[in-house]
């Protein structure tokens, strides 16, 4: 695991373009952000270095997250943070720990989940579902048959199972980025829903 930097102000180690040179259409998305929760998130920050890539991100997170599924989204919350743990990203597991704390209504649920999602009491259905994208995380290669089926018993439809597997992918992928340019949570995700 990275070792923290002391700049406590600092978004991540790679320089951002100024802010007030950013393209108008990025401006006007991150006063979306501030006027609905308040702050830029920094992930969406850094994107700043690839402004073409930017809207594409938001939108794929937006369908993932927001888009219809099986999976409540307090689930594919659950999913972001258990995939941030197996991979200790830091930005992850406090910005998506906030958002289980906000969507559970539980201040405890996002840190257990974060540091060890079994000693949460979750419903059988949500405890599968973390089993298998732990083992997704941490050994992809071992997953076979009776993970799937495993999933199955706990009612999860093939579709279901689907998304299971491309919020953890997207999750895997995002805490590898957010790894490689040391990116840092906002300071307001760490009271959020406490």
Known sequence: MARPRSGINKIH?????????????????FSKFVEKIGFVPNVFRSYTLRPSR???????????????????????????????????????LVAHGAAVRVLSGNAELGDQLATNYRVAELPTRQRVML??????????????????????RAKFSDENIFDIAEVAGFYAASNRLASAVDARPNPEYYNMGR
């Open 131 to 152: 089993d298998f994208v732990w083992k997704l995380s941490a050994t992809p290669a071992a997953i076979d048959e009776s993970d799937r089926a495993a999933l199955r």
């Open 54 to 92: 930017l809207e594409h991100f938001r939108k794929y997170n937006n369908e993932l997250m927001l888009g219809d599924s099986g999976l409540t989204r307090l689930e594919r919350e659950m999913i972001a943070v258990v995939v941030s743990s197996v991979n200790h990203c830091h930005y992850c």
């Open 13 to 29: 180690a790679l320089k951002l373009p100024d802010q007030r040179r950013l393209d108008p259409a990025i401006k006007k998305l």
